[in-house]
């Protein structure tokens, strides 16, 4: 199993360092989105005290040049702090702080998708909508087979896995009780984790959570991930359809509701609201992945617990469907819907903007308004 050389290197001598007293000086590592949409970058600085808000968080720049967001001779870019949680890798009184990444000119980065998405949620703010986001993901190692697979063939077929136990179906179950804890610590709202349909393949789930918290909690938590497996030597890949055949690919089932779909009758505002999303299926496939809709592609194919990219379909207890709604929904005739079409690496902010935009503004056709 390829795993990386910093996970040779002794933790324990590590650890003597990590316990030395720091004063009142605080570690705040700074975390934004690079250039690619679905990459994370991160970088430390020392403040002088523990930050107890977003304002005491001063902002900060970085070489865009080198994250595919600027041009070397006009590179710098700002940090701008937007959110923060406790650091689980150093410890209280030490921060994450997740930023969003403006241009020399002020401007949102192009994949500064925060900005538009906080915008719109102000926008029906009073209508309190909830998310909870079912982020999947399979472990490799550092050679990018799955983790746990034979070197040169395949696990059995597909069957025991899903919500499994045991070393002959569990594949990597150290990281995921791992990033659970320390998502909790973090103060990340993650909600539940289980065993995916591919052996290596798991999903965690992030709400409820309320307008912009829901991209927050969701970019911080596949973070947090990222520096689990980075201490444990393997990758953790969002990509969905890391394996081509006969295999599940990897979604980010979006769960969505308002406070008049969650209270008596609320089941008819659910079906008014598939309707407005089954005339803008197009708008919502190219917001579902960072490429798109051409992830997505590889992924939706109408197999594997997936519905067809090219055709929109709801349904009760339906998983072969666009939108399923749940079956205790159906009876209880309120609750919410879940969108199984956004792609493992979809950017939250950008998927709960377009829900907001198509089934709370009203929004039709293929581009977003400008308001």
């Not at 040779?8 to 250039?35: F, N, T």
């Not at 509701?257 to 299926?281: A, F, P, Q, V």
């Not at 079956?327 to 879940?338: A, D, I, L, S």
Request: aromatic share 10%; hydrophobic share 30%; charged share 25%.
């Amino acid at each position: 199993m390829a795993t990386s050389a910093s996970a040779q290197l002794s933790k324990v001598v590590k650890r003597q360092y990590m316990e030395l007293p720091q004063g009142d000086q605080v570690q705040a590592m700074y975390i934004w989105i690079d250039g690619t949409g679905e990459g994370l970058r991160c970088k430390t600085r020392t403040l002088d005290s523990e930050p107890k808000s977003i304002e005491d968080l001063p902002e900060w720049n970085f070489d865009g040049s080198s994250t595919y967001q600027s041009e070397g001779s006009n590179s710098d870019m700002y940090l701008m702090p937007s959110a923060m949680f406790r650091d689980p890798f150093r410890k209280d009184p030490n921060k994450l702080v997740l930023c969003e990444v403006l241009k020399y000119n002020r401007k949102p980065a192009e994949t500064n998708h925060r900005h538009t998405c906080k915008k719109i949620m102000e926008m029906v703010d009073h209508q309190i909508p909830w998310f909870g986001m079912e982020q999947e993901y399979t472990i490799l190692g550092t050679d990018g087979h799955p983790f746990g697979w034979p070197s040169n063939g395949f696990p059995g077929p597909q069957g025991p896995y899903y919500c499994g136990v045991g070393a002959d179906k569990a594949y990597g179950r150290d990281i995921v009780e791992a990033h659970y804890k320390a998502c909790l610590y973090a103060g990340v709202m993650i909600c539940g984790t289980n065993a995916e349909v591919m052996p290596a393949q798991w999903e965690f789930q992030i709400g409820p959570c309320e307008g912009i918290n829901m991209g927050d909690h969701l970019w911080v938590a596949r973070f947090i991930l990222h520096r689990v497996c980075e201490d444990f030597g393997v990758v953790a890949s969002f990509d969905p359809k890391p394996i081509p055949g006969n295999w599940n690919g990897a979604g980010c089932h979006t769960n969505f509701s308002t406070k008049e779909m969650r209270e008596d009758g609320g089941l008819k505002c659910i079906e008014e609201c598939i309707d407005k999303l089954g005339k803008r299926h197009n708008y919502h496939i190219r917001a579902y992945d960072p490429k798109g809709g051409l992830d997505n592609a590889r992924r939706l194919t109408g197999h594997h617990e997936t519905s067809n990219i090219h055709e929109f379909s709801a349904g009760v207890a339906n998983r072969g469907a666009s939108i399923r709604i749940p079956r205790t929904v159906g009876q209880e005739k309120k609750g919410y819907f879940e969108d199984r079409r956004p792609s493992a690496n979809c950017d939250p902010y950008a998927v709960t903007e377009a829900l907001i935009r198509t089934c709370l503004l009203d929004e039709e056709g293929e581009e977003p308004v400008d308001y």
